[in-house]
């Protein structure tokens, strides 16, 4: 018989792995490799990992600090 922890667990679980689900990876990749934002060259290892990227680490960090300020 499962206690209230078990079907507390289990409703985590399937609530877990439906938004893993809904997590959506773009399919495209950017046929740039400079940096949009500075013109560098975005490091072959992040474009490998991220092929849709189109920003550097660096600008990109810079864009997700001003979306958090935004807020």
């Keep these: 018989m499962a ?3 078990d079907r507390a667990a289990e ?3 399937n609530r877990l792995e439906g938004a893993i689900g809904n997590i959506r ?3 495209t990749v950017a046929s740039d490799p400079e940096c949009e934002d500075c013109g560098i ?3 072959q290892a992040r474009r490998l ?3 849709w990227v189109t920003t550097c680490i660096e600008c990109q960090g810079i864009r997700e600090n001003k979306m958090r300020h935004r807020r």
Excluded: C
Aim: no cysteine; glycine share 0%; aromatic share 0%.
């Design 3 to 5: 206690d209230n922890a």
């Design 11 to 13: 409703i985590i679980e």
């Design 25 to 27: 990876v773009p399919d």
């Design 41 to 43: 060259e975005i490091p």
């Design 49 to 51: 990992a991220a092929p």
